[in-house]
T-cell receptor, first 114, second 113 residues
Framework: GAVVSQHPSRVICKSGTSVKIECRSLDFQATTMFWYRQFPKQSLMLMATSNEGSKATYEQGVEKDKFLINHASLTLSTLTVTSAHPEDSSFYIC??????????FGSGTRLTVV | GENVGLHLPTLSVQEGDNSIINCAYSNSASDYFIWYKQESGKGPQFIIDIRSNMDKRQGQRVTVLLNKTVKHLSLQIAATQPGDSAVYFCAENGGGSNYKLTFGKGTLLTVNP
């Protein structure tokens, strides 16, 4: 079945630095990938939709200059949290569209900003 | 904006009992619904899905019911096992060419041995 690999699984960074999270579709091509953020004991909140070869579409309230998304190939999308602050600490999850209405999720990245 | 919500934030059952997790949605244009299971520190795991032209779908030990009249979705787990303990989310596809998923609040299911 479709597999999405997300890396790193955990990252700790200092306040003010940037962190890049990778999302790869291992055995299929994903023209669309989605990035979610999940705070403890809360639901997944969609941040942006990433389309290969074009600019990402951000949800209302998500700062596109802070959360940079790049989807340069059909198998890789990256999310860069720029100038991270403690309030950006969260669980970030990507998913890839597998065609039609299918979705496969990555295993998530726990970001801690200290 | 429109969102998908859940009636019960927590549910505790005895091993072997059946579990029912409920979800209310508000977007009448949604035509595809998915139930996910999420264990601590992991990404969502697909359980079962249903399209809006159906009202029931069964899988292995799980059944999803869809009532479009009242915009209600439920997940039934038969013979619940300790390994079923997790947070369960319903998610809706907004319909048409909009393939992004909107997630409900989630229900924490605890199965007592």
């Amino acid at each position: 079945g479709a597999v999405v690999s997300q890396h790193p699984s955990r990252v700790i960074c200092k306040s003010g630095t940037s962190v890049k999270i990778e999302c790869r579709s291992l055995d299929f091509q994903a023209t669309t990938m989605f990035w979610y953020r999940q705070f403890p004991k809360q639901s997944l909140m969609l941040m942006a939709t990433s389309n290969e070869g074009s600019k990402a579409t951000y949800e209302q309230g998500v700062e596109k200059d802070k959360f940079l998304i790049n989807h340069a190939s059909l198998t890789l999308s990256t999310l860069t949290v720029t100038s991270a602050h403690p309030e950006d600490s969260s669980f970030y999850i990507c998913s890839a569209g597998t065609g039609g209405t299918g979705y496969t999720f990555g295993s998530g990245t726990r970001l801690t900003v200290v | 904006g429109e969102n998908v919500g859940l009636h019960l934030p927590t549910l505790s059952v005895q091993e072997g009992d059946n579990s029912i997790i409920n979800c209310a949605y508000s977007n009448s244009a949604s035509d595809y619904f998915i139930w996910y299971k999420q264990e601590s520190g992991k990404g969502p795991q697909f359980i079962i899905d249903i399209r809006s032209n159906m009202d029931k779908r069964q899988g292995q030990r799980v059944t999803v019911l869809l009532n479009k009249t009242v915009k209600h979705l439920s997940l039934q787990i038969a013979a619940t096992q300790p390994g079923d303990s997790a947070v369960y989310f319903c998610a809706e596809n907004g319909g048409g060419s909009n393939y992004k998923l909107t997630f409900g609040k989630g229900t924490l299911l605890t199965v007592n041995p």
